[in-house]
Every structure is written in C-alpha cells, then in structure tokens.
C-alpha cells in the first residue's frame, strides 16, 4: 500500500494550492482518506477527510469554508483544494486511510494508517 502526496509549494497569503493524494498497490475506493498536517513544533493535527464513496465528507474548523477534499476513484486520487491560503496553514501534509476497508472518515491522527511521505506547503510573502 501507498500514497504519494503532491501539489505542495511557495504561495503567497490569500492564493491556492491544490494538493493530491495518489493510491497505488490497493484499491482506494475501499478506504476513507484523510488529509493531515504537521507545521513545525506542533503536533500533526487533521485537516479534512472523506469517506470510501465522497459521500461524507469532515473539515477542521480552521479551514471550513477555505478547503475542498473530493476523490476519483477512477484515477485512485484524493484532492485537496486549498484557497485563501494563510501562513498559519504552512506545513507538511499528509494523507493516510483508515485502518479497515469501509472504515468511517476521521481527523485522528491516531485513527489512520498507510502514511505518505508528505508534500509541503508554505504561505508567505
């Protein structure tokens, strides 16, 4: 099983990035998918996640209403679009599954499995 994030880079406070989750190795149709992040010092905290079919969907409430997560199954990608970008959302981002195929969406860290290596996304002037 694994991930690869992708997307990250340099954009200034107010842009948008879109980052992207790519499954290999497994069927991600089977698994919710969260997005996470891990800003230097602090602790690695949920962002959003989605189910197994994008019908449910969760958000921290720190980028409600900023952040999209949506999934294509067919392409065995998750998404993240990020707008009106801070530089408090500078950090790594992670996506990982849940432990059991079908298993619910979650923003616990602790709750997911399947780590990918991260993509990093810096907000600044």
């Known amino acids: 099983l694994q991930l690869v994030e992708s997307g990250g880079g340099l954009v200034q406070p107010g842009g948008s990035l879109r980052l992207s989750c790519a499954a290999s190795?497994?069927?991600?149709?089977?698994?919710?998918i969260g997005w996470f992040r891990q800003a230097p010092g602090k602790e690695r905290e949920g962002v959003s996640c989605?189910?197994?079919?994008?019908?449910?969907?969760n958000y921290a409430d720190s980028v409600k209403g900023r952040f999209t997560i949506s999934r294509d199954n067919a392409k065995s990608t998750v998404y993240l679009q990020m707008n009106s970008l801070k530089p408090e959302d500078t950090a790594v981002y992670y996506c990982?599954?849940?432990?059991?195929?079908?298993?619910?969406?979650?923003?616990?860290?602790?709750?997911?499995?399947?780590w990918g290596k991260g993509t990093l996304v810096t907000v600044s002037s």
């Open positions: 989605i189910s197994s079919t994008g019908g449910t969907t």
């Open positions: 190795g497994f069927t991600l149709a089977a698994y919710a």
């Open positions: 990982a599954t849940t432990f059991q195929r079908w298993g619910p969406c979650t923003l616990r860290p602790s709750g997911v499995t399947n």
